[in-house]
């Protein structure tokens, strides 16, 4: 009975893989690089990646996105991390990279 409640809250034993990113894909758009790594979680794949830019000081800032939907394809889940990349380029062109942080989720 433990077992089941530890599960449904996600404590779980180290029995169960942890979730391991996949083997990704590139892709410059709109003067940043979107890189797809989605996470595999058992026999699936959760939608991964970020976005790249480098800055005029020579930096690279990083904004990283990890969200819910789950794939049974590999490709399904770089497929839709790209497009998802894409998105939150478009909708936050002027503030996705305004701030001073190297690195954040987004």
């Known amino acids: 009975m433990a077992s089941f ?3 449904l809250f ?7 893989t942890q979730a391991q990113p996949a083997a990704g894909k590139t892709e410059n758009y709109a003067d940043c690089v979107i890189r797809a790594t989605p996470q595999r979680e058992g026999s ?5 990646g970020s976005i790249e830019k480098s800055m005029p000081d020579g930096a690279t800032k990083v904004r990283s996105f990890i969200r819910a939907d789950l794939f049974t394809s590999e490709q399904d889940a770089i497929d839709s991390a790209m497009r998802k990349g894409r ?14 942080a190297q690195s954040r989720p987004v």
């Open 87 to 100: 998105q939150i380029i478009d909708e936050q062109r002027a503030a996705l990279f305004s701030d001073d």
């Open 10 to 16: 996600g404590r779980s034993s180290g029995s169960e």
């Open 44 to 48: 699936q794949y959760r939608l991964a």
């Open 5 to 7: 409640f530890s599960k």
